[in-house]
């Protein structure tokens, strides 16, 4: 369905720039949820916002990379160029659900007005309406709150109404930048089953970017992790639980508290998150790995492939070589 | 809605209370005795035995400033020393003048500063954003009659285009075509203030397009040019509708000055004249009249402000 | 000292432009503390013969109606123009920054304060001067308090507004509960962040007060008409705007350019400021 390849998200000019995302790699299939795991800025936002085309000009940029959305590539389109050209299929909802929603316009406008760009564009009239959208996304009373404006709702009512404007866009992919970290955890929580549901019924395929690994656990079905600027991993989510290859996973693993063995303190990753851009050179995160050796230090770094479209950015995978 | 207006009404009034007492107690601090000040040095006995009884100068203070309220609330502020004529006559013959050159040069302060404000936005740090940025600044820091000079040196006296000053009512001789005689004023009078709204909307159109929601609305795939008119210059509008209050104070101050450049019969030419030949009751006259106009604009603005932004009824 | 200076100055490295206004105000200073030195003639001496000349070898600038020359009392001109600015902006500071910061500290004295101040508001700027000169007469030290009063208003607004978003910062918050008075959290943590937004404001206060002055000036409320300031020279040039343009070219430039620097310099500085000050201070 979205197959992104090789994406390279650099800052500076085209002669002396740096990456701060490189060769990033990932496909989502269809109706299927792919976590984009990683520590805030690890470039995941950037990675999801380029694929979207919403980079601000006079900020990072693509240097390399497509995103094929069922066979085009839509990496260099702003959205309403995407939309124009016919591949109108992919939205996307914010982290900030208080901030995301134009505060002079009723809720029903702003979804009528993604309703009505994609009817333009696909000349096809739409049988939905604001309204139905909004009963879509399972707001009571969908009559009344479509003349409500965003400050009259909470911020779980906003995300849901975030949510109906992108399903008016008519997605095939739907990207989730973080979209319950703003949310009270009951709220989080009815947020999640609502896109798993909409996964099921619409067929939908989701790239939810998160930090939050028990949010991994409950709702995604495959998991891309992240670490300055790279994916170091991609698995079935219950092999990244379970038998994580890469160091940085199973360290970010062990560091979930868990409930069934109490232990004394908390599991940390030693040394700080290299910044994306800081190396280049070998494996980013060499320096705080318990298992480096000098030649991970060293280009190039490959895939490891391993069982069941598993793959991992290390020399030396865990449970595979050691 | 009934009771933000209320509220703000209310507000209103209180302020305007507050300042009327200063403008009663004007009269008090210019020095000399204030039935003097009143009807002038050449005033007979009888006017000033008249008017000692009207005002009750022998009562306390309290009481003669509910005395002159109560007048004025009546329509009655007094009798110019100069013209011989009730105040508020005076006044009312310099309306139109003031009132319409007010009005055009809202008009062009409207379609100048907003619209350039919003391609300086568009073409943010080129060239030419920079370059309208800095003649705007140039403009806000000239003197309006500076700007007036010249425009009657060009247009009236080197090209004969345009009259150079006075103005004719429009039900006179001439009828709308005396508006001509308001252009140049109008257009010295808008330099400043375009400047400043031009410089306030650009830089509400950066504040506004670097909110999420307007991102949200990219996202949704609209056109830029409907992204920009529809969401980012819809809620930049806000606090330049905001602004048009003080924008209207600072036209009231500098249209004393402008009239006087152009020789317009307005109130603002009249409040020059008038210190110069201290007639003390139009100065008192108009200066109530501009702080109830000041303070009706604002409550307008205020109000107006209350429909175009649904946030404001929660505060 | 030199590590102020130097904070001071950065703002202005990258930015020519502000760099420049700031070169024209320093350059003001100058020529107003030097300018018996560098005028090239008395500015009142006045020569009938040469009477209204276009500039020249002579007289750069030309002569006025009086024969005087332009340039000397341009030069003259800032002098006042210095006084002015620097008496209206000590004026607001030195009254509207103690209204400011005790409404802000004292919410109830800051109620009635404000009150008065938004009265105060409520006159038009130019109309509240004139009221003024009406009762205190015309003259120089008048013309600054008259127009010192109209922008004693904005700075305690701004310094109230700033005090009141400093005092719910988390430092203060702390300092308070750890029993500071108020005049030790004033002195130790209020008045120090309200240098740099207060500067930005005296620049801001220091252009609208040539304008100001000038226009009182213009409408022969201001300054005497003995002294050469740039507002008069305009109003006594008027009427011979089309026999010698040049007569009202210079001094009202003085005013823009003056105008015109400090405005620059200002926004250099508001630019430098915290954002959370940065919009109370927009014009």
Not at chain 3, 164 to 184: D, K
Request: proline residues 6%; hydrophobic residues 50%; charged residues 15%.
């Amino acid at each position: 369905m979205l197959r992104v390849s090789d994406l390279s998200i650099s800052i500076g000019s085209p002669d002396n720039y740096i990456d701060i995302v490189s060769s990033v790699s990932f496909e989502i299939g269809r109706g299927e949820i792919l976590g984009l795991v990683g520590e805030s800025g690890c470039g995941k936002s950037m990675t999801s916002l380029a694929v979207m085309g919403l980079l601000a000009k006079g900020g990072p940029w693509v240097r390399t990379g497509r995103a094929e959305l069922s066979g085009f590539d839509v990496i260099h389109a702003e959205p309403y160029e995407r939309v124009e050209a016919g591949h109108g299929g992919i939205a996307m909802i914010f982290q900030e659900p208080m901030s995301s929603l134009n505060p002079v316009m009723t809720i029903g406008e702003q979804i009528e007005e993604a309703i009505n760009v994609h009817q333009r564009v696909t000349g096809s009239r739409q049988n939905l309406t604001a309204r139905d959208y909004l009963e879509m996304v399972r707001i009571a009373d969908a009559a009344m709150q479509i003349n409500a404006y965003p400050h009259q709702l909470s911020g779980g009512m906003r995300q849901r109404v975030m949510i109906a404007i992108a399903l008016a866009c008519q997605p095939q992919v739907l990207i989730a930048d973080e979209p319950t970290t703003a949310l009270d955890v009951t709220v989080q929580a009815q947020i999640l089953s609502l896109l798993r549901e909409l996964c099921d019924t619409l067929g939908l395929s989701i790239l939810f970017i998160t930090h939050d690994l028990g949010v991994v656990a409950q709702l995604v079905d495959r998991v891309a992790v992240m670490y300055a600027g790279r994916v170091v991993e991609t698995a079935a989510v219950d092999r990244v639980f379970d038998a994580a290859a890469h160091p940085y996973t199973a360290a970010l693993m062990s560091c979930l508290p868990d409930p069934a063995h109490r232990v004394r303190r908390l599991v940390t990753i030693p040394g700080q998150a290299a910044k994306p851009g800081q190396i280049t050179k070998g494996c980013a995160f060499a320096p705080r790995c318990a298992y480096a050796v000098d030649i991970c230090r060293e280009d190039p770094l490959p895939y490891a492939m391993l069982a069941d479209n598993h793959r991992a950015l290390c020399l030396f995978p865990r449970g595979v070589v050691r | 809605m009934g009771s933000y207006a209320l509220h703000r009404t209310g507000a209103a009034i209180a302020t305007l209370a507050a300042a009327s007492v200063i403008i009663f107690f004007f009269i008090h601090l210019i020095p000399g005795d204030p039935i003097h000040v009143l009807l002038g040095d050449t005033a007979t006995p009888d006017q000033v035995d008249a008017l000692r009884a009207k005002l009750g100068l022998d009562q306390p203070i309290i009481l003669q400033y509910f005395r002159w309220l109560a007048n004025v609330a009546r329509g009655d502020f007094g009798t110019s020393i100069f013209f011989q004529m009730p105040v508020l006559k005076v006044i009312g013959d310099g309306a139109e003048t003031s009132i319409l050159l007010a009005t055009i040069t809202m008009i062009w302060i409207t379609i100048i500063g907003v619209p350039v404000g919003v391609i300086a936005a568009m073409r943010h740090g080129s060239w030419l954003d920079q370059g309208l940025s800095g003649v705007a600044m140039l403009f806000a820091s000239i003197p309006t009659f500076w700007v007036g000079l010249y425009l009657i040196l060009i247009f009236a006296a080197w090209l004969g285009w345009l009259p150079s000053s006075g103005y004719p009512s429009i039900f006179e001789q001439g009828g709308l075509a005396n508006l001509r005689y308001l252009l140049l004023p109008s257009l010295a009078l808008a330099a400043p203030n375009a400047a400043l709204i031009l410089r306030l909307t650009r830089a509400s159109m950066l504040d506004v397009a670097r909110e999420d929601y307007i991102r949200t609305a990219r996202a949704k795939g609209i056109r830029p040019m409907r992204v920009i008119l529809r969401h980012i210059l819809r809620n930049a509008l806000l606090a330049v509708v905001s602004a048009f209050g003080f924008t209207f104070a600072a036209l009231i101050s500098e249209a004393v000055v402008t009239e006087t450049v152009f020789a317009l019969p307005g109130i603002g030419q009249l409040v020059v004249q008038s210190i110069l030949r201290r007639d003390y009751p139009v100065i008192q006259g108009i200066i109530l009249v501009t702080v109830v106009l000041y303070l009706a604009v604002n409550l307008l603005v205020d109000l107006s402000y209350r429909l175009l932004d649904p946030r404001v009824e929660l505060q | 000292m030199i590590a102020a200076t130097r904070t001071f100055l950065v703002p202005f490295m990258r930015r020519p432009v502000a760099a420049a206004g700031l070169g024209i105000l320093v350059l003001m200073i100058v020529t107003a503390i030097l300018a018996p030195v560098l005028a090239p003639y008395d500015p009142s001496k006045i020569d009938p013969i040469s009477r209204l000349l276009p500039p020249n070898a002579a007289h750069w600038f030309g002569t006025d109606q009086f024969g005087r020359d332009i340039l000397s009392r341009v030069i003259y001109g800032a002098r006042l123009a210095l006084l002015i600015g620097v008496g209206v902006v000590s004026f607001a500071l030195i009254t509207g920054v103690p209204a400011g910061v005790l409404s802000a500290l004292f919410p109830r004295f800051g109620r009635v304060m404000m009150r008065l101040i938004d009265v105060l508001m409520s006159f038009p700027a130019l109309l509240l001067a004139l009221g003024l000169i009406v009762i205190l007469g015309r003259g120089v030290s008048n013309a600054i308090l008259a127009i010192g009063v109209v922008y004693l208003t904005t700075t305690s607004r701004i310094t109230y507004g700033l005090t009141l978003r400093l005092r719910t910062e988390t430092y203060v918050e702390a300092a308070n509960s750890m029993g500071a008075g108020a005049f030790w959290t004033i002195r130790k943590h209020v008045l120090p962040n309200l240098v740099s937004p207060l500067l930005v404001q005296a620049s801001f206060v220091f252009a609208f007060a040539q304008l100001s002055a000038a226009s009182l000036d213009f409408l022969g409320l201001g300054a005497p008409p003995e002294i050469p300031s740039w507002g008069n020279m305009l109003a006594e040039g008027r009427i011979f705007i089309t026999r010698a343009p040049w007569l009202l070219f210079f001094p009202g430039f003085a005013i823009a350019i003056t105008a015109f620097s400090l405005n620059l310099v200002g926004d250099a500085l508001r630019d430098r400021l915290d954002p959370r000050f940065r919009d109370m201070l927009r014009k």
